[in-house]
């Protein structure tokens, strides 16, 4: 049974930096392609970035030059280390992993960006 267990969001000031954390369990980790997605407010849930297992990235238009997505095949983890946060980043992120025809979401974790 895969599991993606997120952490590292709260709250933090507009300008501010925070780090996500996403741990795999149960998934044959450096061969899946993993995301982070979020869903804000009233939004519907975008793509925020993915790293292949290959090591190919890619950013959503509103993050790009802000937030940087790594990985850590030994740790079984992603990370998504967010700068120059804003209000409007202010939502529950989501970790993804697909493989094949399966994907996985994790139970989210929330940001909050606010003064």
């Known amino acids: 049974q895969v599991q993606l267990v997120e952490s590292g969001g709260g709250l933090v000031q507009p300008g501010g930096s925070l780090r996500l954390s ?3 369990s149960g998934i044959a980790f450096s061969l899946a392609d993993m995301g982070w997605y979020r869903q804000g407010p009233g939004k519907q849930r975008e793509f925020v970035a993915k790293v292949t297992f290959g090591g190919y990235r890619d950013y959503g238009e509103s ?3 802000r937030f940087t997505i790594s990985r850590d095949d030994g740790k079984n ?3 998504l280390e967010m700068n120059s946060l804003k209000p409007e980043d202010t939502a529950v992120y989501y970790c993804n992993a697909a ?15 606010s003064s």
């Open 22 to 24: 996403c741990a795999a």
């Open 63 to 65: 993050v790009k030059g």
């Open 99 to 113: 493989l094949g025809r399966s994907a996985t979401w994790g139970q989210g974790t929330h940001v909050t960006v």
């Open 77 to 79: 983890t992603v990370y």
